[in-house]
């Protein structure tokens, strides 16, 4: 059997990550109403009002299957992209949770990456068989915003303790490898804002992010016990950067 080529193996990683963020919706809403369930037992709120919450669940949810079967694909993910945006928003004002500015920027700016992300798979990249020229203004729209995430994860690394922390506890070399950290994300922000050398930027960023969710986001003792983030909120930001990985990996593969 002859071994696959470099096309078919390109291909591969892009379907691959199309499935991880077409599924996406449906691990943040279960790892939303974990996380609910977790709050109900100590009667703190959810961050929407449960009549909206459902709604937007159920907007999810549509939005994830139709993508998962390949419906409309690109439709559905604008709509994914507008459903999370909206219930971003709201989540932000309604103000009915208390967070730490630390952590808001952590949730907020991985919301915004997947926003990115769905932007660039309803630009037609991602499709193994085009049918339809692939529309560049959205996909430069979804570049931007995973440029807008970088920026906060190089924010995060200077001014952030808590995220300065769980990377000098887990990365060898101390300051000096967090300072080359910071530079990196930073040269990559840079890319994906100006759009260039967007492939090899998502390549760089496609290997960066299993480590950071392996070693950073999944120390869950460090974040849950020691940090106070609630452990179903941290399961949900583990499944924000699997996503983020997806977007970039198709980026990395067809962008």
Known sequence: MAAPNRKEVLRLFTRFGAIILTRFGFWNCFSMLMLFAERADIKRKPDIQVPYLYVDMGAAVLCASFMSFGVKRRWFALGAALQLAVSTYV????????????????????????????????????????????????????????????????????????????????????????????????????????????????????????????????NIGYWHHTRRVEFWNQMKLIGHNVGIFGAVLILATDG
């Open 91 to 218: 989540s932000y004002i309604g103000g009915h949770v208390h967070y730490g500015d630390w952590l808001k920027v952590r949730m907020y700016s991985r919301a915004i990456a997947i926003i990115g992300g769905f932007l660039v798979l309803a630009s037609g990249a991602g499709e193994v068989y085009r049918q339809k020229p692939r529309t560049r203004s959205l996909q430069s729209t979804g570049q931007v915003f995973l440029g807008i995430y970088l920026i906060c994860v190089v924010y995060s690394l200077q001014h952030s303790q808590e995220d300065r922390m769980a990377y000098l506890n887990h990365v060898p070399g101390g300051e000096l490898t967090l300072q080359l950290l910071f530079v990196l994300y930073g040269v990559l922000a840079l890319s994906f804002l100006s759009g260039y050398y967007i492939r090899l930027a998502a390549q760089i960023l496609a290997t960066l992010l299993p480590l950071v969710v392996l070693f950073i986001d999944g």
